[in-house]
Structures are given as structure tokens and as C-alpha cells.
């Protein structure tokens, strides 16, 4: 069965730095788009990041541009997400999906459980 596990979370002091990991199984990773997400208490779910296929193609979202880098190693099938000068604010619940395509008319999205991040003083 398709799963996707993220681990990786936990608390940090504002500035600090945590690396996420997302260890997918059950389809072809390397098919796959990847992206993390990210929900906080009494926030809608959020884009962050994205990655294609190859690693060769990276977006992110502007509240974390320039401190979070996503990552992928279709080897291992994991991706990850390394979250640097972490503020307040970032603390949420982050999820990993899995996005990639059937046929010329389905879609597969698959969504792991989520990792707790804690910024906190």
C-alpha cells in the first residue's frame, strides 16, 4: 500500500534549523511530483515547497524563500525539506503529498500523517 512517512519534527529555538524527511513506498517515487505543506492551530492548510520529478525544478512559497531548501533522493525515495532560521511563526504541522499521474485523464495525491514543528523560546 502507498505510504508516506514524515519524520523529523520536534521543538527548536527561534533561528535554529530542522531537517524533515519524508520516506515514501508503495508507488513509484520517481514518477511522483513532491510537495510539503503546512497547517497551524486555526489555519488553513498551506503550500510551501515543491519539487519535479528530477529534483531539477524547485518552488517555494514567499514566507519561506530563502531559509527552506526542498530536496529529493530518488534512491532512497525520500524527500525533505531543510528548514533554516526558523521563526514563530513556522510552527505548524508539516505534511508531505505525493502527486503524479495514472493515465491521460487521473491523478493520484497522496498525503502522509504529519510531523509536529515547534518554534518556541
Known amino acids: 500500500q502507498v505510504q508516506l512517512v514524515e519524520s523529523g519534527g520536534g521543538l527548536v529555538q527561534p533561528g535554529g534549523s530542522l531537517r524533515l524527511s519524508c520516506a515514501a513506498s508503495?508507488?513509484?517515487?520517481?514518477?511522483?511530483?513532491m510537495s510539503w505543506y503546512r497547517q497551524a492551530p486555526g489555519k488553513e492548510r498551506e503550500w510551501v515547497a515543491a519539487i519535479g520529478t528530477t529534483g531539477g525544478s524547485t518552488n517555494y512559497a514567499d514566507s519561506v524563500k530563502g531559509r527552506f531548501t526542498i530536496s529529493r533522493d530518488n534512491a532512497k525515495n525520500t524527500v525533505y525539506l531543510q528548514m533554516n532560521s526558523l521563526k514563530p511563526e513556522d510552527t505548524a504541522v508539516y505534511y508531505c503529498?505525493?502527486?503524479?499521474?495514472?493515465?491521460?485523464?487521473?491523478?493520484?495525491?497522496?498525503w502522509g500523517q504529519g510531523t509536529q514543528v515547534t518554534v518556541s523560546s
Open positions: 508503495g508507488f513509484t517515487f520517481s514518477s511522483a511530483a
Open positions: 503529498k505525493a502527486e503524479g499521474r495514472i493515465n491521460l485523464v487521473r491523478t493520484y495525491g497522496y
